[in-house]
């Protein structure tokens, strides 16, 4: 198990930017793959990016392809999603999560239930 802690969010003007990071305390860090969600007022959670453990590969959700990137430093034991271009439909608390692998794995997941561990959220507010 690993304990996640996020930042980044904030307030910000439509087409503005922000980099959220989560910053992952454990020893297995390289071993975990990681995903980035959001849940915005009545509305479900979904997943906006994921990573797998390697870094090599990568998922970003269709409502925000082409304008958020996911990345991962395993030296730094952190995980960041750069979001650019930001629309007020973004706004939400996101959360990053973990997934273990006992093995070397190279896949990406973006179902919740796939996710172990989870960070206690930051909000990211878009205004008009």
């Known amino acids: 198990q690993v304990q996640l802690v996020e930042s980044g969010g904030g307030l910000v003007q439509a087409g503005g930017s922000l980099r959220l990071s989560c910053a992952v305390a454990g020893r297995t860090f390289s071993r975990h793959a990681m995903g980035w969600f959001r849940q915005a007022p009545g509305k479900e959670r979904e997943c906006v990016a994921a990573i797998s453990v390697s870094g090599t590969r990568t998922y970003v959700a269709d409502f925000v392809k082409g304008r958020f990137t996911v990345s991962r430093d395993n030296a730094k034991n952190t995980v960041f999603l750069q979001m650019n271009s930001l629309k007020p439909e973004d706004t939400a608390v996101y959360y990053c999560?973990?997934?273990?692998?006992?093995?070397?794995?190279?896949?990406?997941?973006?179902?919740?239930?796939?996710?172990?561990?989870w960070g206690q959220g930051t909000q990211v507010t878009v205004s008009s």
């Open positions: 999560a973990a997934k273990y692998s006992p093995y070397i794995g190279f896949d990406y997941y973006t179902p919740s239930y796939e996710y172990g561990d």
